[in-house]
């Protein structure tokens, strides 16, 4: 929403001024027909209204842009700290007021001492607690309920109040943290959910991938029969041996039907070494045109 004219050491230039809100700009965005507004402000219009705050012209958000140079240029204005009014007289380089901010000894803090509702200055505050709060600690009570009492409740402790009150506020404790926990329980079990989910279909992904690279190697395996090529036939005489006859056959008869030759034929794709196919001459990608003298 920019800075106030009269924070600034000297006068600023007409052209460093935001035209919707008359004070120095922060942030500073351009539109497309050259006007600069404070990036907060020209947000905040072009939420209501979809054109150029000065000259009506029809725009969106995604035809804004920063205006380095002019940014840079303010950045090294000299300005007044935030905390002016409450004492302090730090004279700083734009740039440099959010730094100093963080410590200044006059930016307003709440005494930490419980019960006291008193806003000191930065510089101010430990003294205020430690020597001049009503509701600073000094002694445990020697009555016999051990509690710690204030400058305040010294003069007018009543031990049965005082745990009362004491235990009401440990309960209502209690009861906060078991909602923190029921809410962190809850969100927990939702990332469990998401992630269980995450790694199931991480799994699926993995099995459909060595599906495929088996697929694959399985197609790579399967040449199919050229009659181009030179061929030979082969007869042979198989004797199952431990009721195998040593090879496994890939093809078969066309999704048609099953009368005349099959598309794309049967052929060996696995020879058992040692079996007794790999004895009789068979190979791996050999095509069976014949079996007990019936035609495949």
């Known amino acids: 929403m920019g800075f106030d004219l009269d ?42 209204v979809n054109s150029c705050p000065v000259q009506c012209q029809k725009m969106s958000l995604k035809e804004l842009n920063h205006v380095l140079p002019l940014k840079s240029l303010i950045l090294k204005l000299d300005i007044n700290c935030d905390y002016r009014d409450r004492g302090c007289n730090r004279v700083m380089k734009l740039q440099h007021l959010s730094e100093h901010i963080e410590n200044c000894d006059f930016s307003p803090v709440r005494c930490r001492n419980e019960g006291c509702d008193a806003v000191l200055s930065l510089k101010d505050v430990a003294s205020h607690m430690r020597e001049e709060c009503e509701h600073r600690p000094v002694e445990l009570c020697a009555d016999g309920c051990g509690l710690m009492l204030s400058l305040k409740e010294k003069s007018d402790h009543r031990c049965l109040e005082a745990l009362k009150t004491h235990s009401g506020f440990l309960q209502g404790k209690v009861l906060d943290l078991e909602r923190e926990l029921k809410r962190r329980r809850l969100r927990f079990s939702r990332r469990e959910r998401s992630l269980l989910s995450k790694l199931s279909a991480l799994h699926c992904e993995l099995h459909m991938t060595e599906y495929k690279g088996r697929i694959d190697a399985l197609q790579n395996s399967c040449i199919p029969f050229n009659k181009e090529e030179e061929t030979a036939t082969l007869n042979v005489t198989l004797h199952r041996a431990s009721g195998c006859l040593g090879f496994n056959i890939i093809g078969g008869w066309s999704c048609e039907g099953q009368e005349g030759d099959s598309s794309n034929g049967i052929y060996i794709s696995k020879v058992l070494e040692n079996g007794t196919a790999e004895k009789s001459g068979l190979h791996v990608h050999d095509r069976i045109i014949e079996v007990c003298l019936i035609s495949l």
């Open 7 to 48: 924070r600034f050491e000297s006068t600023v230039e007409p052209d460093l001024i935001c035209k919707l809100c008359g004070k120095v700009l922060e942030e500073p965005l351009t539109t497309p027909c050259g006007h600069v507004f404070c990036a907060a402000c020209v947000l905040h219009w072009l939420s209501k």
